[in-house]
């Protein structure tokens, strides 16, 4: 028992060596200086705020790029609890349960709309948010915030499909593709009903929030077509399974694409004919935020051209700041996969129907057993 | 033996009190959900909803059912050679046997899809060895498999634990009294070591069944366990009335299993579980 | 023993190591892997561990992970051991059937489920009382100590069942104190369960992240939420870099552990 014990104690010494250890060290710095707004507020000095976004989402010091958040605290004097969720159902979840506060936050779409539409959401002021006027016209008016009250878009991304050019020797250019026995065994797709249910609708020609449910049991029957001839259902796995040519064909983002070609230059990318499935995250301030000067004020500075920009490096999403989309450093910057020039149509998801949802789960659950 | 009694009423007291708190309480909820609609009131369509469910339910068992089973053939063994080292050699079995378990679910699960997948380690070695790939991952072996590597510590244990104080004269009695070794530990082990070999599977079965992530991810997505559909009704659907009823008839499940397999244990130990 | 007695033995034993160590190996080469994949290899590199040191918020999170599963194993394995204690004792069977049925409750039910009823109960007793953040590290450690309470019960209640009931009366009939029976005559019987519980317990604290994430409030984050929640993009191979960093230290513990035993022992014996 004493053993045990000490083996625990020690263990909490590493972790506080470690913990003290983790100063120091070449990392690039967010410039005071080149901050457009005032980020000098006597009187927020020394308050707390919570930041609450995806995993892997805001540029964190590493690759030579600035800790941002970081870099906000020793600016502002403002302490930064960072915390971090795994997809919109678990932010939704939490925030409508309440029990914590949260003063910013980054849901997608058709969340933000769900989220305005339960009164999750609270308005900012915009005038505390003059970065504003950096976010490109295209995101602006979007159907989950039509007269933009609520929401700053962060970022967003398109889906597509990506193909080992080694195994795949004919260019595809449609999500039929992913029905072709050709490659059976070697296809993979989305493990989450939405996605996978968008892409079949794609394919139909339906829309992705239609209401009907006989497009849904027709989309369900591609699905179960298709069951047989897939490798793997996929979420996060996608990146390995890609890279090291486990499978030849999946779909996923356009931005994680070129994270995966970084590695396996075999891969490439298409958009499909059919179109396809965007989405925009945007930081929102929830209802209850304790301190929301400091959310207004760390909106503002998320806004900024160079903050903007170690963001977008970091994240490979599509970047909706035009101040960054115009910087010559921004490597990035008109890439055709990124930012596509070719018209094609895309659709976001909207907020669904309890109804929907449901036979949504039901038919997802009869693919799953086909 | 009155005193006793009262003696146990104040030590269980503080277990009492947390139980009727932190799983009653919750466990209520859950209830309350299941017999609901989203607008609060009262219906028994979550329950009727079940009946979509049963391939589900029956897969999930008979999973768990294998990987218990197996949990059980790979540990008992190891429980008994543990249990007869040396004391320094039993504490740093011991450690070595949780250690694995103390490095995060994810990566360890990734590292498996790494030596299972078709371009994975065990796929190279046979393909070297001009054995040809073999598909290991993605089907419900590897399930099982995942179930069996997070899950045998929690057999193995309780076994050594039961059989490290295991009164080690009664074999040699038994061996003197002309007994051979099998039915020394047909007759003399294993009855003894029963405690800890029901505590094991109980410590392996219930959570397997409930599993979520490992049909995901070594499975490849193909094979929906009970597990999976809860959570996609909580995360995907909203439906936590749905949800709440699924787990309500998985713990309605687990709980008839847990006494059928106490019935053919033995009788006296039933009420370890019930 | 003779020779051949104990190759068998051993063999197994090295057989299951190989079993439960092989995703470690795996785990311990990608660490090392200068690509950002885990399944290309492209040559060895230490960036991921310089990676580890410079990464405040993760080096935050794994120390929140081990404080709390240091407290909510060593309450749960209290608790636990009293109310095995008590459970055993009872002399209504029916009741304690019952209280044994409810032990296992926190084992079946699905950790979502466990994890969104507990965040609602403690969301709504927060609100009872007032407090709108109630979510937090207390939050979490009830949680953690719930689950981990059936498996260090299951632990001690067999070796409770193994002891001469007789023993602690004889003990009291010597001139003991109900009290000091226990501790020394119930207490050394029942020890290895305990410490079987009380690794249970650790464990399982130390490697939740579903229940963990529900009960969890913006301060205080541990390293599983961290690593889930980057699965919409990549987990970083800077975690196995951690990861590896966690194995090493606690592997040469061990053996310096063992050692410093073997020779104390030998000292005993000299």
Not at chain 1, 330 to 336: E, Q
Not at chain 2, 251 to 263: Q, S
Request: with cysteine; proline share 5%; charged share 15%.
């Amino acid at each position: 028992m004493k053993k045990l014990l000490s083996v625990l104690l020690v263990l909490s010494v590493f972790a506080g060596l470690f913990s003290l250890s983790g100063c120091g060290g070449n990392v690039a710095h967010i410039d005071a200086e080149k901050l457009i707004g005032n980020y000098d507020v006597e009187e927020l000095r020394g308050t707390q705020m919570n930041f609450y976004t995806w995993g892997e989402y805001i540029s964190d010091g590493s690759e030579g790029l600035p800790d941002v958040v970081a870099d906000f605290e020793r600016i502002t004097g403002i302490k930064v609890n960072a915390t971090t969720y795994a997809s919109n159902e678990d932010l939704y979840a939490k925030l409508k349960a309440g029990g914590a506060s949260y003063d910013v936050i980054v849901p997608s779409d058709y969340m933000i709309e769900r989220m305005i539409l339960e009164g999750l959401l609270q308005k900012p002021n915009f005038e505390n948010i003059p970065n504003y006027r950096f976010i490109s016209d295209e995101y602006l008016d979007l159907f989950f915030d039509p007269s933009n009250e609520y929401s700053i878009p962060y970022t967003g991304g398109m889906v597509g499909l990506i193909y080992n050019t080694t195994r795949v020797t004919e260019a595809p250019d449609s999500w039929s593709v992913l029905w072709d026995e050709t490659y059976a065994g070697d296809m993979l797709t989305f493990n989450n009903p939405r996605d996978a249910f968008g892409i079949a609708q794609c394919l139909l020609g339906q829309s992705l929030n239609t209401t009907n449910p006989d497009d849904w049991y027709a989309a369900a029957e591609k699905l179960k077509e298709q069951k047989p001839l897939l490798q793997s259902y996929v979420m996060d796995e996608v990146f390995d399974k890609m890279e090291g040519g486990e499978a030849a064909i999946a779909p996923y983002y356009a931005g994680d694409y070129l994270a995966m070609a970084a590695v396996n230059p075999d891969l490439a990318f298409v958009y499909p004919k059919e179109g396809t499935n965007v989405f925009v995250d945007s930081m929102c301030i929830p209802v209850g935020a304790k301190n929301k000067a400091a959310a207004e004020l760390f909106i503002n500075y998320m806004c900024e051209p160079e903050v903007a920009l170690a963001n977008a490096e970091y994240l490979r999403y599509l970047c909706p700041n035009t101040a960054v989309l115009e910087d010559e450093r921004y490597t990035l910057k008109g890439n055709p996969i990124l930012y596509p020039t070719a018209d094609f149509k895309t659709e976001y998801f909207h907020n669904l129907d309890q109804d929907t949802l449901d036979l949504m789960s039901k038919l997802w659950n009869e693919v799953k057993l086909a | 033996m009155k005193k006793t009694s009262l003696r146990a009423k104040i030590l269980n007291a503080p277990y009492i009190v947390w139980a009727i708190l932190f799983i009653l309480a919750p466990m209520f909820m859950v209830v309350f959900y299941a017999l609901t609609d989203r607008s609060g009131s009262f219906t028994l369509q979550n329950i009727t909803a079940l009946a979509v469910y049963k391939e589900t339910f029956g897969r999930s068992i008979g999973y768990a059912a294998v990987a218990t089973a197996v949990c059980l053939l790979i540990a008992y063994p190891l429980a008994y050679i543990m249990a007869r080292s040396n004391a320094s050699k039993q504490r740093t079995l011991m450690l070595l046997i949780m250690l694995p378990m103390w490095m995060n679910f994810l990566i360890r699960t990734y590292s498996w899809i790494s030596i299972l997948a078709n371009t994975g380690i065990i796929n190279s070695l046979l393909r070297a060895l001009g054995l040809g790939p073999v598909q290991l991952i993605n089907t419900p072996g590897a399930v099982i498999l995942g179930m069996v590597y997070n899950y045998l510590p929690y057999m193995i244990l309780p076994i050594y634990s039961i059989m490290c104080k295991l009164d080690y004269s009664l074999v040699e009695a038994a061996q003197d009294l002309g007994c051979s070794s099998r039915s020394v530990l047909r007759r003399v082990i294993f009855p003894l070591s029963l405690p800890g070999v029901v505590s094991g599977i109980t410590m392996v079965f219930v959570p397997s069944v409930s599993t979520f992530y490992i049909s995901q991810k070594l499975g490849g997505g193909k094979f929906l366990l009970v597990g999976d559909s809860i959570e996609m009704q909580f995360q995907t659907s909203y439906n936590y009335n749905l949800g709440a009823s699924l787990s309500l008839a998985l713990m309605v499940m687990i709980l008839v299993c847990m006494v059928v397999m106490n019935r053919f244990a033995d009788e006296d130990e039933g009420a370890i579980i019930l | 023993m003779t020779g051949r007695k104990k190759v068998l033995p051993n063999l197994y034993i090295a057989l299951i190591m190989l079993f439960l160590y092989a995703p470690m190996l795996v785990m311990i080469v990608l660490s090392f892997n200068s690509s950002v994949s885990t399944s290309v290899m492209s040559g060895f590199s230490l960036k991921w561990y310089a990676e580890v040191f410079r990464d405040r918020t993760t080096l935050h999170a794994l120390y929140n992970t081990l404080v709390l599963a240091v407290f909510s194993s060593l309450i749960a394995t209290v608790i636990g051991t009293v109310a095995a204690v008590g459970l055993y004792g009872m002399k209504k069977k029916w009741l304690r059937s019952m209280v044994l049925t409810v032990t296992n409750i926190p084992m079946m039910n699905p950790e979502i489920v466990m994890g969104i009823s507990l965040m609602l109960l403690f969301v709504f007793v927060g609100n009872l009382v007032g407090k709108t953040d109630v979510l937090g590290f207390p939050t979490m450690l009830i949680a953690h100590i719930t689950f981990n309470l059936p498996y260090v019960i299951l632990s001690v209640l067999p070796k409770l069942r193994k002891i001469d009931p007789h023993l602690a009366e004889a003990a009291q009939d010597l001139g003991c104190t109900p009290v000091s029976a226990f501790f020394k005559v119930v207490l050394p019987n029942i020890s290895s369960g305990i410490i079987t519980g009380l690794m249970m317990a650790f464990t399982l604290s130390l490697d939740d992240f579903v229940i963990s994430y529900f009960v969890s409030g913006p301060q205080f984050q541990t390293l599983p939420i961290v690593i889930f929640s980057m699965t919409k993009k990549h987990v970083k191979p800077d975690m196995y870099a951690l990861s590896t960093l966690i194995f090493v230290s606690v592997l040469l513990l061990l053996v310096i552990m063992n050692i410093s035993q073997d020779r104390a022992e030998k000292k005993r014996r000299a």
